[in-house]
């Protein structure tokens, strides 16, 4: 009887050993995986911690070159690019639509400082796709017509434009997009903490591998059209939710010693000339922060303050200029809990 108890014993021991093996084994934290690659004419850098510490970067590809189908206007056989070139065949899709309902809300809610029919000025200007001139002013009064965002409309699946001239440019705001894309693949493979950075726009959720918030640069505007140049302004500390920089230190060229920036007025034409150097916006979703971060620098700086405080759940960080030509800064109240010591 004594060594039968005995035998018991060593196997219930042995069954508890087991069991805390399994239970901690499973409950070990999964690593954080890095992805790195190209898209949209720029990079991406995607941090992730998967459970079952599966590389996702397959996944990822294949999804930002189902969205190039959509939305690049490099990629000729893409559903804007069709739109843009007038095939009456084209019927958008799912990531087309939300840009463009997102577009007209922006639109309306700047009244028009931000406007996706600014692609025939855009093009215009030597910037995005088509015409790379820089070696004169246009005629924006050759445009201006054609620019609008009342003057196009979704409706089931086709986009009607009044004009057959309208070219539509969703640079502004497909990175943004891309960002949250994304982010909801990382989600429905179970990740439940990342972060995801294309082109600068960055969208978060839960921690880093620190297990803290995720640290994010806000650069300095220091004008530099090759993007080498990068010295931080100040950081942030963010968690669930997206942060964009707009500013016109990046995308410019000089012509007879005049400065020209991509971000232009789709009222006036011209490419925006004030004190407003930088926009950063914080946002729940990257397409609407990267819409209002370019939108932003169109308006200004008082404006921008009243349409961000206007909408719940946004914040915003501006870089500016003051009378002397020294840089300022100033932010809404809400951006104050994001700032690091």
């Known amino acids: 009887m004594k060594n039968k108890s005995l035998i018991f014993s060593t196997l219930a021991l042995i069954l508890m050993i087991a069991a805390l093996g399994v239970y ?27 459970p079952q510490e599966t590389d996702l970067q397959e996944k990822i590809e294949k999804r930002l070159y189902e969205f190039d189908l959509s939305l690049s206007t490099y990629v000729s056989q893409s559903i804007i690019s069709r739109i843009n070139a007038n095939d009456s065949t084209v019927r958008t899709d799912d990531d087309f639509d939300e840009m463009f309902r997102t577009a007209q809300s922006v639109s309306e809610k700047t009244n028009g400082a931000f406007d996706i029919t600014v692609g025939p000025l855009v093009k215009a200007w030597g910037f995005g796709f088509g015409n790379k001139d820089h070696a004169k002013v246009p005629d924006v009064k050759e445009f201006l017509p054609f620019v609008g965002y009342h003057k196009v409309k979704l409706d089931n699946h086709r986009v009607i434009k009044t004009d057959s001239r309208i070219l539509l440019d969703a640079n502004a705001i497909a990175q943004g997009q891309s960002s949250d894309i994304i982010g909801r693949l990382l989600e429905s493979n179970g990740c439940k903490n990342y972060m995801v950075e294309i082109g600068g726009e960055v969208v978060c959720k839960g921690l880093n591998p620190q297990g803290k918030k995720w640290r994010i640069a806000i650069d300095k505007p220091v004008d530099d059209s090759t993007s080498v140049t990068t010295e931080a302004q100040s950081v942030i500390l963010i968690s669930n ?93 809400g951006f104050k809990k994001y700032l690091t010591q």
């Open 24 to 50: 901690f084994f499973s409950h070990k934290e999964a690593r954080y995986i890095h992805n790195e690659g190209q898209t949209q004419g720029t990079t991406y850098s995607i941090i992730y911690q998967q």
């Open 241 to 333: 939710g997206a942060v964009t920089t707009s500013g016109n230190y990046r995308k410019f060229y000089y012509l007879n010693g005049k400065k020209y920036a991509h971000e232009i007025d789709p009222h006036t034409g011209y490419p925006v000339v004030h004190n407003l150097l930088s926009a950063t916006v914080i946002a729940p979703t990257c397409i609407q922060a990267d819409a209002y971060a370019t939108a932003f620098m169109v308006v200004g700086v008082d404006r921008a303050l009243e349409i961000c405080k206007s909408i719940p759940g946004m914040d915003c960080y501006l870089i500016y200029t003051d009378k002397k030509g020294d840089n300022q800064v100033i932010y809404t109240d």
